[in-house]
């Protein structure tokens, strides 16, 4: 926005994938992180047997997807927990729009409405779903993709919708 060094930048393009402001992630290595045994650290629940929700705590699964425009968006398929410190990590979602399309989300960016079974997403609207980062491999995450991931979430609540970007008086 100015020539002066250290002046914010303006994102080109989508805001939301252009890698800066809130919206920026590291270039990591495009490899799983690895737990103390060797073994991816963050998986789905299907993949790992040993892994289980507790009764005391409301399971995820089937729950719907919400935007922050209240348009129904997807449905919670699977929970992927972290092995080292047993918490999840991420939902797997299936969006309605793109038939098969799953994508994560991390549970930082959930707001879940055990009642109405229901989670809640307020860093996207409903048709930016559809840009979140992929992964290559349906039962593996990547440092890399985990930025990625995070970022796109992150730059959604500043740059999801202009008025966002507004100073608050």
Same mark, same amino acid.
């Given at each position: 926005?100015? +020539?002066?060094?250290?002046?914010?930048?303006?994102?080109?393009?989508?805001? #939301?994938?252009?890698?800066?402001?809130?919206?920026?992630?590291?270039?990591?290595?495009?490899?799983?992180?690895?737990?103390?045994?060797?073994?991816?650290?963050?998986?789905? #629940?299907?993949? @790992?047997?040993?892994?289980?929700?507790?009764?005391?705590?409301?399971?995820?699964?089937? #729950?719907?997807? %919400?935007?922050?425009?209240?348009? +129904?968006?997807?449905?919670?398929? @699977?929970?992927?927990? @972290?092995?080292?410190?047993?918490?999840?990590?991420?939902? &797997?979602?299936? !969006? @309605?729009? $793109?038939?098969? &399309?799953?994508? !994560?989300?991390?549970?930082?960016?959930?707001?879940?409405?055990?009642?109405?079974?229901?989670?809640?997403?307020?860093?996207?609207?409903?048709?930016?779903?559809?840009?979140?980062?992929? %992964?290559?491999?349906?039962?593996?995450?990547? %440092? %890399? &993709? $985990?930025?990625?991931?995070?970022?796109?979430?992150?730059?959604? !609540?500043?740059?999801?919708?202009?008025?966002?970007? $507004?100073?608050?008086?």
């Amino acid at each position: 926005v100015a +020539p002066h060094p250290g002046a914010p930048l303006v994102p080109t393009g989508d805001p #939301m994938r252009d890698g800066v402001g809130p919206a920026s992630y590291a270039e990591r290595a495009d490899t799983p992180d690895l737990a103390i045994d060797g073994r991816p650290r963050v998986v789905p #629940m299907r993949t @790992d047997a040993s892994m289980s929700i507790s009764r005391k705590d409301s399971d995820p699964r089937g #729950m719907t997807v %919400l935007a922050t425009d209240n348009t +129904p968006v997807a449905t919670v398929v @699977d929970a992927w927990v @972290d092995r080292s410190e047993p918490q999840i990590f991420y939902l &797997e979602i299936a !969006l @309605d729009s $793109e038939v098969g &399309e799953r994508v !994560l989300l991390p549970m930082a960016f959930a707001e879940i409405d055990k009642r109405a079974r229901r989670i809640r997403v307020k860093a996207l609207y409903a048709h930016q779903f559809r840009h979140v980062p992929k %992964l290559r491999a349906a039962d593996q995450v990547t %440092l %890399l &993709e $985990e930025d990625r991931i995070t970022a796109y979430y992150a730059g959604g !609540l500043f740059y999801a919708d202009a008025r966002r970007q $507004e100073p608050l008086l």
